[in-house]
């Protein structure tokens, strides 16, 4: 049997086809139904206002890039991760649960209030 496997490709064609089913189904929802007769969906459609796209874009693609960024960094960290194999993966993920349970105790004095905080004793 021939392998058909697409990876990312194939999940954005997929993605790409399952929102064209969508808009051509709620293109026809719209259209038939008499609850959206009144709205008049497809007579007049807006013209974009140029202007408030730029303010729009300006925002979004920061946001965007760095997101991408982040996203890109850990899965090229799981990669990496995943050539020493998982005992040294699980060894590393287990000491650094311990560190934090260190340094959360390393927080509190006796009293359960955190270092350098001065309150009243608890009896």
Not at 52 to 59: P, R, V
Not at 61 to 74: D, R
Not at 107 to 115: A, E, K, S, T, V
Request: contains cysteine; proline residues 5%.
């Amino acid at each position: 049997m021939r392998d058909t496997a697409l990876g990312g490709p194939g999940a954005g064609l997929g993605a790409a086809l399952s929102y064209g089913v969508f808009l051509v189904l709620n293109s026809i929802v719209v259209l038939r139904m008499k609850e959206f007769a009144r709205y008049h969906v497809f007579a007049h459609p807006p013209r974009p206002i140029l202007r408030d796209w730029w303010k729009m874009l300006a925002i979004c693609v920061p946001i965007g890039l760095t997101v991408f960024c982040e996203q890109s960094i850990f899965g090229a960290v799981g990669l990496l991760m995943a050539s020493y194999g998982t005992t040294v993966v699980a060894a590393g993920s287990d000491e650094l649960h311990h560190h934090c349970l260190y340094a959360a105790a390393l927080r509190f004095d006796g009293n359960h209030n955190p270092r350098g905080v001065r309150g009243r004793r608890r009896s």
